[in-house]
Each structure stands twice: as C-alpha cells, then as structure tokens.
C-alpha cells in the first residue's frame, strides 16, 4: 500500500529506516544478511556446531524482539513527524538450507535455497493471516527458552504437513 500512495523519496526513507534497524538488531545477535527482496530481509544464523543450536535459535528470536523493540522507537518518531509507521512480520525456523550462486551466467546472487527456507517464507507470510507479527516454527521453538504460546496447526502453501506455530508468550 505504502509504495501506492509515498512519494519514491519518503518511501525509501521508510525502507532504509526498516532495513537499517532490522540489520542493526540480526548483526548484533551473529546474523547475516543474505538479502533484501523489495521489502522483505533475508537473514540467517549460522549453526558451527550442534552444541550451539540451542544458543543461535535464541539469539535469532532475540534479535527478533530486538528490531520490533527499534522499530518501536522509529515509529514514535514517525508518527510525531505525522510519518507512515513501519509494521512488519517475522518468521523464524531451524533447518537446514543450500548455499549458493543463482541466477543466469551473467548475474548471479548468493543465497540460500531449501525446504526450510520455504517454510520459512510461509511463516513469516502467515503473521498477517494470524494478526501476529513473530511466529516461530516448532523446531525452533523447542530450543527457546522464554515462555512461548501455541497459535495452534496451519496449513502452509508448499510445505508438508499441518504446522504448529508458536509466539512470544508475553
């Protein structure tokens, strides 16, 4: 809606506002931009070693709670300055991905390919379904260690199998 109705010049204000704060709270926590996709981030966290499973998914939710914290205080700027707010969603899910360059021979991009990042997509798109903007995958819910509520089964587009998806309890 955003990118209908802003001039191009606050619009990318916005983006980069959202981008900036996002980035900011995945690097802080060991995440990598792979990618910004219009107005979507591609971020993961990297596992070296199983024994750090546990610790990287809760510093990928962290890092989670840490960019809605940001954006929290760029929007109260904004709706000062009589700005648009920026609302977003984030999907979180453990599993593992392809490393690669796609693309045609003359441009090529490294990315991440998979199921998980699939299932990923999915979950991140059912937080406008849900009214939720955090949801995490089951897999990775099991290693957070804060309080977290079921949101219950779905079915995601592309993905096997019914879904439980979990939130932030709080």
């Excluded at 981030?41 to 990928?60: H, M, S, W």
């Excluded at 984030?90 to 490393?99: A, D, I, N, Q, S």
């Excluded at 406008?128 to 897999?139: F, I, R, T």
């Excluded at 977290?148 to 096997?160: H, Q």
Aim: charged share 20%.
């Amino acid at each position: 809606r955003l990118s209908e109705t802003l001039p191009a010049a606050d619009l990318l204000q916005l983006l980069n506002e959202y981008f900036e704060n996002c980035a900011a709270a995945a690097a802080a926590r060991g995440g990598e931009i792979l990618q910004f996709i219009g107005d979507a981030i591609l971020i993961v966290f990297e596992i070296r070693r199983p024994e750090d499973e546990a610790t990287v998914c809760n510093d990928a939710l962290d890092a989670a709670i840490d960019a809605f914290d940001s954006i929290a205080v760029v929007n109260h700027r904004r709706r000062r300055a009589g700005l648009p707010v920026i609302g977003f969603g984030l999907g979180l899910h453990l599993g593992e991905v392809t490393h690669a360059n796609v693309g045609a021979p003359n441009r090529l991009a490294f990315n991440v390919v998979g199921p998980a990042v699939n299932k990923t997509a999915r979950i991140q798109l059912l937080t406008k379904e849900a009214g939720v903007p955090l949801l995490l995958s089951h897999e990775i819910a099991a290693h957070i260690r804060m309080p977290l509520r079921s949101l219950g089964r779905f079915d995601l587009r592309g993905v096997a199998g019914v879904q439980e998806v979990f939130t932030p309890a709080d």
